[in-house]
């Protein structure tokens, strides 16, 4: 992975083979992001992504492996009890155009990924909500 910083916008490559939500954690380590918002594109061969069943409280996922293009994928990054935490949710679609997406667990590139975090002034931490199950924005 190569970046730039541009103020309150870095740009990133993230090369074949690599991981997309461990190079984000990377970046947002090394420059101290707290707050952004996460878009990208780019083509993956494997990844995980799940679906939250309220009424069980818990995740879903799935797999999938192959020639994906990368239709969207956004999210935030926040803290948790002052630690790095990314939610992010992605929709890649195959060589026939069908889609598939979800919360992102994982995805591996392929070709390239080109991610976008816009750096927000700020933090914002997130709770468990018992009554909801999941880790909740703390406004």
Not at 91 to 117: F, K, P, Q, W, Y
């Amino acid at each position: 992975m190569q970046y730039k910083r541009f103020g309150s916008t870095v740009i990133a490559r993230v090369d074949k083979g690599e991981e997309i939500l461990g190079q984000l954690r990377e970046v947002c380590l090394r420059e101290n992001i707290k707050l952004a918002s996460v878009s990208a594109i780019g083509a993956v061969d494997r990844f995980t992504v799940g679906v939250f069943l309220p009424e069980k409280r818990e995740y879903v996922s799935n797999d999938f492996a192959g020639d994906y293009e990368i239709a969207s994928l956004s999210g935030t990054v926040t803290t948790m009890d002052g630690e790095y935490y990314a939610h992010i949710h992605m929709c890649a679609d195959n060589r026939r155009g069908m889609a598939c997406g979800g919360h992102l667990n994982r995805a591996r590139v392929s070709a390239t990924c080109e991610l976008v975090i816009n750096v927000l002034d700020g933090e914002v931490n997130r709770r468990f909500d018992e009554a909801v199950g999941l880790n909740l924005l703390e406004l």
